[in-house]
């Protein structure tokens, strides 16, 4: 069956550091792959877009890469701030022509300290 | 981008109950899915809801436990029939523009 997994533990990093997070999946072939932000009592937000035929996407201090031989993303924030303390899912588009239906992951909680 | 209310926000019901949830959005858009949250873990799709046909219920979701309507193209509502504290969760709606999802701030519900 198809499995996403994001580290469950908080990441705990200091501020001006890089943070990153990692999206593995397995038994599955998606078009794209998204990162989503969500603060508590929120709706997650969404944050990037990366499809299938790309290997690097950027916006403002937020990286991501995907690698669908290792069937892995990276998400990077560079100058990390506290403000960007929050929990951050990936999501999976379905294969080519499935619709607009995501399959999530668990999501990994960042927290960036002074 | 589209912006996404839901009502209520939160609601603490007694077992065997029923509620729903009203979903608004400021543009007319086709899908509609409704996801369900539960502590600590991520995301379930319960159903997609498209305007004018049934909605499609994911594996492990039936229509007698959460009907859902979708009247027009701006709104729809969840219903979590017959309640159990199982059902304590937060319950979003969410809509896809291309390949980006928005999604409401949720309703989070109580079962006692």
């Known amino acids: 069956s198809q499995k996403i997994e994001q580290n469950s533990e908080a990441l705990n990093i200091q501020e001006g550091k890089t943070a990153t997070l990692t999206c593995n999946y397995t038994n599955y072939s998606p078009a794209y792959l998204q990162w989503y932000r969500q603060d508590p009592g929120r709706g997650p937000v969404f944050l990037l877009l990366i499809r299938e035929n790309e290997k690097e996407k950027r916006k403002e201090r937020l990286k991501v890469t995907f690698d669908t031989t290792l069937k892995q993303s990276l998400f990077h924030i560079t100058a990390s701030q506290p403000a960007d303390s929050a929990t951050y899912l990936c999501?999976?588009?379905?294969?080519?022509?499935?619709?607009?239906?995501?399959?999530f992951g668990t999501g990994t909680q960042l927290k960036v300290e002074l | 981008s589209a912006v996404i209310s839901q009502k209520p926000s939160r609601d603490i019901c007694q077992r065997g109950t029923s509620l729903t949830i009203q979903c608004q959005v400021d543009?007319?858009?086709?899908?509609m899915f409704w996801y369900r949250q539960q502590p600590g873990q991520s995301l379930t799709l319960i159903a997609t809801a498209n305007q004018g046909s049934e909605a499609t219920y994911e594996s492990g979701f039936v229509i007698d436990k959460f009907p859902i309507s979708r009247p027009n193209l701006t709104f729809s509502t969840l219903t979590v029939s017959n309640m159990s504290p199982e059902d304590s969760s937060i319950y979003l709606c969410?809509?896809?523009?291309?390949?980006?999802?928005?999604f409401g701030p949720g309703t989070r519900l109580t079962v006692t």
């Open positions: 999501a999976l588009g379905p294969i080519t022509g499935g619709g607009n239906k995501l399959t």
């Open positions: 969410s809509v896809g523009t291309g390949n980006e999802q928005y």
């Open positions: 543009s007319q858009v086709t899908m």
